[in-house]
């Protein structure tokens, strides 16, 4: 089976809805912000920590976020470079870095 084109390993499980969690992105059939699983990560967790913390998070699912991570700082180089290829935010991107995003 093919990957859908522009499809990201991510697609399906770190999510966003207007109407769940106040549009936060997170991990899909969870009310946990990526943002929060960023957190702890900086705070000194690790993988095992936060899956012992939340048991129904696979260590797929942390993949996938840190996966939308870096696919987020990529788009927002790309846009700082100039690059007419990512000129707009996707929904995910948006929704992550906030729809009053000046700086690119």
């Known amino acids: 089976m093919s990957k859908a ?11 966003t809805d207007p109407e769940v969690c106040m549009g936060k992105v997170r991990i899909a059939g969870t009310r946990l912000y990526i943002d929060l699983l960023l957190a702890m990560i900086e705070g000194g967790a690790n ?9 129904g998070v ?31 935010p ?4 948006h929704a992550a870095i906030g729809s009053g995003d000046t700086n690119g």
């Open 5 to 15: 084109p522009n499809r990201t390993p991510w697609d399906g499980i770190i999510v």
């Open 58 to 88: 696979t260590k797929a699912e942390l993949m996938a976020m840190m996966g939308f991570v870096r696919d987020l700082v990529a788009a927002k180089r790309n846009r700082l470079k100039g690059d007419p290829s990512r000129s707009k």
């Open 90 to 93: 996707t929904n995910l991107e």
């Open 47 to 55: 993988f095992d920590e936060i899956i012992k913390t939340y048991p």
